[in-house]
T-cell receptor
């Protein structure tokens, strides 16, 4: 079955710099890739997603890139701010109607 | 604003005891999910439901039962709790299109 991997358990960047969080997946049939954010001690909430019919999607300071050949997708955060500090989870599914398979999370630390 | 509430938020249970985690959503979403979150594993799906009266097994259903008596409520039941079930449990709801999931605040369970 599908496996989603986040190889960076922790990522530390200086405030104002960009951060890139990477995920890989195994199932070529996967077509829906959302990202969720979990702030310390809180629940998860949706931040952005991308579908396989495009290779790039931007929402304000967030951009998701999808490389279907490499089976890799990434979350890019520009001009990082302290409130970006959180654990970011990627996920994948064959379709938005199918169950999500989750990565293990990347803790993003924004240093002053 | 979507609302998913879980209770209890914190629970200490004894090995062999019965634990019920409750989830209520006011989003009128058909789909509801129970996940557990453990360090290094991300989110793992335990049970899910497509509507009142329906429950489906997720990826790790052993040792857990689920109940969906109404559109709004979805419970996770541990009939005989074990220390390996110590974890943080998240309930989520989503509409039938399967897009954004809305998560509850989480229930921290410790089994001693």
């Amino acid at each position: 079955g599908e496996k989603v991997e986040q190889h960076q358990s922790t990522l530390s960047v200086r405030e104002g710099d960009s951060a890139v969080i990477n995920c890989t997946y195994t199932d070529t049939a996967s077509s829906y890739f959302p990202w969720y954010k979990q702030e310390a001690g809180k629940s998860l909430h949706f931040v952005i997603d991308i579908r396989s019919n495009v290779d790039r999607k931007q929402s304000q300071r967030l951009t998701v890139l999808l490389d279907k050949k490499a089976k890799r997708f990434s979350l890019h955060i520009t001009a990082t701010q302290p409130e970006d500090s959180a654990i970011y989870f990627c996920a994948a599914s064959m379709d938005s109607n199918y169950q999500l398979i989750w990565g293990s999370g990347t803790k993003l630390i924004i240093k002053p | 604003e979507a609302a998913v509430t879980q209770s209890p938020r914190n629970k200490v249970a004894v090995t062999g005891g019965k634990v019920t985690l409750s989830c209520n959503q006011t989003n009128n979403h058909n789909n509801m999910y129970w996940y557990r979150q453990d360090t290094g594993h991300g989110l793992r799906l335990i049970h899910y439901s497509y509507g009142a009266g329906s429950t489906e097994k997720g990826d790790i259903p052993d040792g857990y039962k689920a109940s969906r008596p109404s559109q709004e409520n979805f419970s996770l039941i541990l009939e005989l709790a074990t220390p390996s079930q110590t974890s943080v449990y998240f309930c989520a709801s989503g509409d039938s299109s399967g897009n954004t999931l809305y998560f509850g605040e989480g229930s921290r369970l410790i089994v001693v």
